[in-house]
């Protein structure tokens, strides 16, 4: 199990040991991050332009090649969910604070100085407000905790702060979701955060239940989506229903 002591406060690899608790930073870098390769369905969109010379029209259109989708073929989408909160720049760097307090207090190698200091010069992964709500979401959840719990901290469900964990991946790191349709009552969609985050969300036989890769950890009505074969609308069920954004 990884613990806090193993956690570079909110860096995108959770590593078993920071390479220098001296130098520990609580946002970690973007070089750190894994780049995977995302596929989407393509669609046809048409974008016309019209342009009016001496009082004669013009038109020129541009079509994308179009894909058709199949009962049996995956479809990746970006993630979804977008955070919207109310923090800062300001509340990110009082997160890195609190959750460097942590670790200096459960680790007597941890500056809490220092590591507070690398995590408010770092950069979050992405320049979005759902990453920076949910880096300071991250950060926060394991700044409240005690230092048993933080020994606790791991990426599986059950573990303290698991939907934080997984959110900050999700909105920050370069994490793909990909839905498919296998039948008329019967699909799933699974995120996925390589080397470090796998969710699934499967409905079938009346049923959706979330998966960690381990286990089970929440379930609900089928919604009957499958037969739809709307990506956006069976990852919004799967948000809804695991606490986790897809």
């Known amino acids: 199990m990884v613990t806090v002591r193993g956690l570079c ?3 995108i690899v959770f590593c078993t040991a920071c390479p220098d608790k001296e130098t520990e930073s609580a946002s970690g870098s973007a070089s750190n991050t894994t780049e995977v390769p995302t596929t989407s369905e393509g669609t046809t969109t048409d974008a016309t332009a019209t342009t009016t010379s001496e009082g004669t029209a013009t038109e020129a259109s541009a079509t994308t090649p179009t894909t058709e989708a199949s009962a049996t073929e995956p479809t990746t989408t970006a ?3 977008e955070a919207l909160c109310e923090v800062d720049m300001a509340d990110f760097e009082a997160s890195c604070d609190q959750v460097c307090e942590v670790f200096g207090s459960c680790d007597a190698e941890v500056d809490p100085a220092a590591c507070a200091e690398n995590c408010k010069i770092d950069t979050l992964f992405k320049d979005t407000p759902a990453c920076l709500c949910s880096g300071t979401a991250w950060n926060t959840c394991r700044g409240a905790l005690d230092c048993e719990g933080s020994d606790a901290v791991d990426l599986k469900a059950g573990s303290p702060c698991f939907a934080e964990g997984a959110a900050y991946l999700i909105h920050c790191a370069d994490c793909i979701v990909q839905a498919e349709f296998l039948a008329a009552d019967r699909c799933d969609t699974i995120v996925e955060c390589p080397d470090v ?33 709307d990506a956006a609308a069976l990852n919004a069920a799967a948000s809804e229903c695991c606490g986790v954004p897809f």
């Open 197 to 229: 985050l796998g969710v699934a969300f499967v409905c079938q036989g009346g049923t959706c239940s979330c998966h960690d890769g381990e286990k089970e950890f929440a379930s609900c009505r089928d919604p009957g989506l499958c037969a739809g074969m």
């Open 79 to 81: 993630t979804t969910g």
């Open 9 to 11: 406060a909110a860096s």
